[in-house]
């Protein structure tokens, strides 16, 4: 990796990519997702338009792939200097492309018109000499800003065109947190390690007794290829859903939030789920697997709680005008705040597109409009669901 220029609001690298091939194939629209140096920070990489051919036993040298990482991502700017001074980052995420295989090897897949999955978990060089000295002065100077301001208000976020944690940002969280909940679920997978999985997606009230979330939250190694591609079943006795409201104030940490709901007590049920698109892909060795789609329309669902209340967002039924400013709520892990809020524009009417791609601490958040009414549910890096479009009455 090479960090090509620091912008106002992100840093670009570029990467050289090879791939070793165990059979002829070519391979088409190359599309990296989940992509996280070093299992923390979302790195967003351009996709790959165009064909390519492999042949078996022989590396293929891809054109050069875009990586950017946004400032708002960032856990603190020292961060970016850090990574430098290490010379090397570790990359895990997933490939997917278009693969046209022969009659036989189409056969050997039982699908006509594959999709090939390669799970990413690898450390990745970045050497400093290849950093020019402009830009490696630019990311000293924003390490020095960020200690010479504290801890208490971002650089990063004045630097950039999406709001983070000062000003207003502090304000709509504040503003939202009473409708806003944290979805933990925890599992193990079967015939394997007694690893605790983990998975926490956002909320959000859309009645008294109502919230919506991303059906991911409900099964997660459903939607993991990863997980399918390993072949383990889940442990459904092990399988624990806990709702935790957000009502408190912003600079409050989980542990002084009140005590989360509970499934397995009886503190809510499924009142309603999406169908999310189910995909078949084609892993290493030719192995077929078969995973749901956090992209889909489909990847909802609605739990129900009798004896509690929420504070119900207000939602819109019109369709989002362009250009218009988006609130996005992104959840933090750990101590400090529990929430922070995403300023993002969005592109075109017909379909909520976003000016720049969500990593997974935005998914279940309202898309919430300068109107002050929801207009879609985050469920990926670049899907929002219209709200309108979602069977909620």
Known sequence: MRLQSLLADHAEFTAEVSVLAHAAAKLEDIQFRSVRLDNQIPAFVEPLTGSFALSPGAFLALPPVRITLYFADLPSATRLQSMLDESSVKLTGEVRAEMHLSLLGKIAVLDLHPTAVLILNQDVPLRRESVDTTTQLGVGLLALAQKAIGASTSLLSQL??????????????????????????????????????????????????????????????????????????????????????????????????????????????????????????????????????????????????????????????????????????????????????????????????????????????????????????????????????????
């Open 160 to 393: 950039s065109g999406t709001s983070v944690t000062a000003g207003r940002s502090d304000a709509e969280a504040r503003r939202y947190a009473s409708s806003i909940v944290l979805v933990r679920t925890t599992y193990r997978m079967r015939g394997r390690s007694s690893e605790v999985h983990q998975c926490e997606r956002l909320g959000f009230w859309v009645r008294a007794h109502d919230v919506l979330i991303p059906e991911e939250s409900l099964e997660p190694w459903a939607f993991s290829a990863e997980a399918a591609n390993i072949g383990g079943k889940v442990d459904k006795a092990s399988v624990e859903i806990s709702v935790q409201s957000l009502r408190g104030t912003p600079d409050q940490r989980y542990s002084a939030a009140p005590a989360p709901w509970i499934r397995s007590k009886g503190d809510f049920t499924i009142a309603r789920r999406g169908t999310p698109t189910r995909n078949r892909l084609v892993a290493a060795n030719r192995k077929v697997i078969s995973v749901l789609e956090e992209g889909s329309s489909g990847n909802f669902a609605v739990l129900h709680f009798d004896h509690a209340t929420g504070n119900a967002l207000a939602r819109s039924e019109d369709m989002m005008p362009a250009e218009d400013n988006l609130l996005i709520l992104q959840r933090q892990s750990g101590g400090g705040l529990p929430l922070r809020s995403l300023l993002v524009t969005s592109r075109g009417s017909e379909a909520i597109g976003l000016s720049r791609p969500l990593d997974e601490s935005t998914f279940g958040s309202p898309a919430i409009s300068g109107r002050g009414a929801v207009v879609g549910l985050v469920v990926a890096e670049g899907t929002v669901i219209p709200i309108s479009s979602l069977p909620l009455d």
